[in-house]
T-cell receptor, first 116, second 114 residues
């Protein structure tokens, strides 16, 4: 079974440009999460999808970030326009729908974003 | 809001020896879940071990075990018979019973030396 995949693995862009990150969750996982780790800080939650619906986007830093999950399969996270402080590693995770208890989140390899 | 603290930014251990990574957390909830994730250099983060707070028995996965002290809000990870492949960044994480977001500690970089 394929794990969570993310594309690209690395991205270097200039301030003001746009970047789109993609995440493909584990097949059959309804829950999809985005996290990020900026330099020297903890990994922070950004948002959570259940299928195609945004369940919680309380961690999104500002309106320059837009996440979508059309069709409830893969998700994209667009940063427009990118700023220097957006540099970091963006992780995606997925989990199965839970009826009884919280399911484990499985992480992708991350996208390393550098804004110059 | 929950917080997770890993007080050891870096640690090292000799191959075949035992090492313990510390993690403390703060929450007012009674039911929750705790995790240790491992991220080897240039590789993706994988789950090492998981503990449900309502279970008194400490979780164990082969060479990895936890010491879960609920009253003290402590969740340390013990790695026995350390192997070179255990070299990685280790993250402690908290998930509340009703929530969806993991709260992570700052990570501990573990180096296993031959």
């Amino acid at each position: 079974e394929a794990g969570v995949t993310q594309f690209p693995s690395h991205s270097v862009i200039e301030k003001g440009q746009t970047v789109t990150l993609r995440c493909d969750p584990i097949s059959g996982h309804d829950n999809l999460y985005w996290y990020r780790r900026v330099m020297g800080k903890e990994i922070k939650f950004l948002l959570h999808f259940v299928k195609e619906s945004k369940q919680d986007e309380s961690g999104m830093p500002n309106n320059r970030f837009l996440a979508e999950r059309t069709g409830g399969t893969y998700s994209t996270l667009k940063v427009q326009p990118a700023e220097l402080e957006d540099s970091g590693v963006y992780f995606c995770a997925s989990s199965q729908d839970h009826a009884i208890q919280q399911e484990t989140q499985y992480f992708g390899p991350g996208t390393r974003l550098l804004v110059l | 809001a929950q917080t997770v603290t890993q007080s050891q930014p870096e640690m090292s251990v000799q191959e075949a020896e035992t090492v313990t990574l510390s993690c403390t957390y703060d929450t007012s909830e009674n039911n929750y879940y705790l995790f240790w994730y491992k991220q080897p250099p240039s590789r993706q983060m994988i789950l090492v071990i998981r503990q449900e707070a309502y279970k008194q028995q400490n979780a164990t996965e082969n060479r990895f075990s936890v010491n879960f002290q609920k009253a003290a809000k402590s969740f340390s990870l013990k790695i026995s018979d350390s192997q070179l492949g255990d070299t990685a960044m280790y993250f402690c994480a908290f998930l509340n019973n009703a929530g969806n977001m993991l709260t992570f500690g700052g990570g501990t970089r573990l180096m296993v030396k031959p």
